[in-house]
């Protein structure tokens, strides 16, 4: 019902900045709660940021406060990733995920129903 395709990574310098995309298809996801996460080789997926449907209430993981910024438009039915300060160990395929639940906030894998296929940010020093 809901098809995620992510879009903008590349390679950055450290302290450099990239905007990532997530767009919707197949079926609205206004009523959906949105989130990011990211995957290093050889690492556990980790949650990186969640936005409520309505797009007010926002949630981040410690090491991404203050240099990450989610958002979304639900008339384009997109999500957005701003990053800004990379790092290196920010280096990991980012994903997009939508889910129905009505928990607070979804931190963990399960409580995502669709995911996208995935984008690579890498950093450089």
């Known amino acids: 019902q809901v098809q995620l395709v992510e879009s903008g990574g590349g390679l950055v310098q450290a302290g450099g900045s990239l905007r990532l995309s997530c767009a919707a298809s197949g079926r609205t996801v206004s009523s959906y709660g949105m989130g990011w996460f990211r995957q290093a080789p050889g690492k556990e997926r980790e949650f990186v940021a969640a936005v409520a449907w309505n797009g007010y209430s926002t949630h981040y993981a410690d090491s991404m406060k203050g240099r990450f910024t989610i958002s979304r438009d639900n008339a384009k039915n997109t999500v957005s990733l701003q990053m800004n300060s990379l790092k290196p160990e920010d280096t990991a395929v980012y994903y997009c995920?939508?889910?129905?639940?009505?928990?607070?906030?979804?931190?963990?894998?399960?409580?995502?129903?669709?995911w996208g296929q995935g984008t690579q940010v890498t950093v450089s020093s």
């Open positions: 995920a939508a889910g129905a639940g009505r928990l607070w906030p979804p931190t963990q894998r399960y409580e995502y129903d669709y």
